[in-house]
């Protein structure tokens, strides 16, 4: 079946610096969606990718879907103590079936 | 909006008891899903349904876990025997069938001894 492997596990920032995560799969995906999950929270929704090379900004953070829609990535500029929490990409497959990778877990450094 | 509600938020039960969780989706999302999350793990996904018909069940462990959902609103997550390594977080999602995003509930937090 479809899977999403995630790196890092953890990633240990400091405040100011910037970050990027990464999400690998080793089948064309349809889409790509990231969540975040605070500590003690709940996956949140951050956003979804559909296009070959599709870029999309929020804020400090920055979206990347893939060339060959295989890989994702998060990027995260001036990391801010609110960016705590574990950041998961998931992908929704034929009969919206939604699959998560490990996260990554970010911690960060006043 | 009403979000998903889950209950318990949390629940301790020693080995081979039974336990229960309940979902209410929001109100209009007919994809309902089970996911396990153990400490330090992404979400699992144990069972998916789409109004009261179930999608995926591929990774629900059949022989202790059962999943419902009368009349395509609320849902039930049931294990029984519970073993040691059930011990975990238990998030439900809803969605629209045409919309990305999964909104979750705050998760039951089941604890096994």
């Known amino acids: 079946g479809q899977q999403v492997m995630q790196i890092p596990q953890y990633q240990h920032v400091q405040e100011g610096e910037d970050f990027t995560t990464y999400c690998n799969s080793s089948?064309?995906?349809?889409?790509i969606q990231w969540y975040k999950q605070r500590p003690g929270g709940h996956p949140v929704f951050l956003i979804q990718?559909?296009?070959?090379?599709e870029v999309k900004k929020q804020k400090r953070l920055t979206f990347q879907f893939g060339e060959a829609k295989k890989n994702s990535s998060l990027h995260i500029t001036a990391t801010q103590t609110t960016d705590v929490g574990t950041y998961f990409c998931?992908?929704?497959?034929?009969?919206?079936?939604?699959?998560f990778g490990g996260g990554t877990r970010v911690l960060v450094k006043p | 909006e009403a979000g998903v509600a889950q209950s318990p938020r949390y629940k301790i039960i020693e080995k081979r008891q039974s336990v229960a969780f309940w979902c209410n989706p929001i109100?209009?999302?007919?994809?309902l899903y089970w996911y396990q999350q153990i400490l330090g793990q992404g979400p699992k996904l144990l069972i998916q349904?789409?109004?009261?018909?179930?999608?995926?069940d591929s990774q629900l462990p059949k022989d202790r876990f059962s999943a419902e959902r009368l009349k395509g609103v609320d849902s039930t997550l049931k294990i029984q025997p519970a073993k040691l390594e059930d011990s975990a977080v238990y998030l439900c999602?809803?969605?629209?069938?045409?919309?990305?995003?999964?909104?979750f509930g705050q998760g039951t937090r089941l604890t096994v001894v």
């Open positions: 998931a992908s929704k497959a034929a009969g919206n079936k939604l699959t």
């Open positions: 089948t064309t995906l349809s889409n």
């Open positions: 990718l559909v296009k070959s090379g």
């Open positions: 109100s209009g999302h007919a994809t």
């Open positions: 349904f789409q109004n009261n018909g179930v999608v995926d």
């Open positions: 999602a809803s969605s629209l069938v045409r919309r990305p995003e999964a909104f």
